[in-house]
């Protein structure tokens, strides 16, 4: 009786009696891991092979007027910086598809630049909320880092290189992928020079972290430690090119008002100077901010240069603050009400709680964070003892405002 032939796998060799299972073909056989091996081969070839490709130019775009709406969900006013944000991001989308599209055209195009952005305004008036809305729409790599930590190679801090660490861990460590993303850089004012006066001790952490960032901001070829951290001579290094990158830097500059005053006020000879000077809003003088006024409260003018769309961020007034409270989607007592539904509980206010609460804000002059402070010290009374509990109900007066503020020493 002849024997029944055995099925052996084309690629591996083994027989159907060593795989967990054996599949036929017309001219031969595969055995499930085999069918596995090469699933895995075929995808990570896949992945590199889109990743090393330029921006999808199928991706539609998001026209500025579609961004800025966005941004109005979430963050009340600042009608300037969002168009100025919504622009550069949009511009920003724009010249990766150029870039797609060049590198396939033979064609000679006109290569457009990157407009890297600096957004003015004391604290509370919503520049890092205005980035981390923008975050949430983008398709690109996103990463909020502080200028503050920053410090020159080789003293206790952060490289500027850790900037791009930061940005290619947001990108899953997909070099082309950050390559092409977008980095706000917060606090930017507290690098600023100390001081023109010489000094026996360095800047590590003023004019030197800026002289750093030049080259980040500009676009160069910049050596990167992959898990971020100190670099040392025996550590490998991604390098990164930074051209692509859009970067969005924001900061407080608290008392650059006085720099913009002294410079409206330089040329005031003549009928028409002194006509001009009535028209001035003295009670926002960031509307009037220039690249000087940069210079004169210390960034270095290499770094303004590579900062060309300036943009400010106007106080919070009591109107806005009002809407601060309830309008936005992750508004202060929405956030509260959703707080208290979970726990089965009806939250409320009345309208004369909500003014005892904006002016307070008013004079405490910290803006939207200030805001939170309040609406935190006057609901943790009752996040402690309403948990666990038969109420169903609760409506927040302006009596009860008071006497939580009078409590926690806000008054």
Known sequence: MAKKSVNHCSFCGRSEKEVPLMLNGIAGFICSDCVETAHQIVSENLKHRKSDSDFDASIPLKRPTEIKAK???????????????????????????QQALMKNSKDDEVEIEKSNIIMIGSTGTGKTLLARTIAKL????????????????????????????????AADYDQPKAERGIVF????????????NPSITRDVSGEGVQQGLLKLLEGSIVNV???????HPDQDYVHMDTRNILF????????????????????????NNVSARHNIDSKNLLKYIQPQDLKSFGLIPELIGRLPALTYLQPLDREALRNILTEP?????RQQKKLFSMDGVNLEFTPEALEVMVDKAMERNLGARGLRGIVESVMTDLQFSTPGTDCKEITITADYVREQLAKSEVL
């Open 71 to 97: 941004l109005d969900e979430y963050v009340i006013g600042q009608d300037e910086a969002k168009i100025a944000l919504s622009v550069a991001v949009y511009n920003h989308y724009k010249r990766l598809q």
């Open 138 to 169: 983008l398709d690109v790599p996103f990463t909020i880092v502080d200028a503050t930590v920053l410090t020159e190679a080789g003293y206790v801090g952060e490289d500027v290189e850790s900037i791009l660490s930061r940005l290619l861990q």
């Open 329 to 333: 989607k992750n508004s202060l007592i």
């Open 225 to 231: 430690p992959p898990k971020g951290g100190r670099k």
């Open 185 to 196: 850089i917060d606090e930017i004012d507290k690098i600023a020079r100390k001081g023109d």
């Open 248 to 271: 969005i830097c924001g900061g407080a500059f608290d008392g650059i008002e006085r720099k913009i005053a002294q410079r409206m006020n330089t040329h005031t000879v003549g009928y």
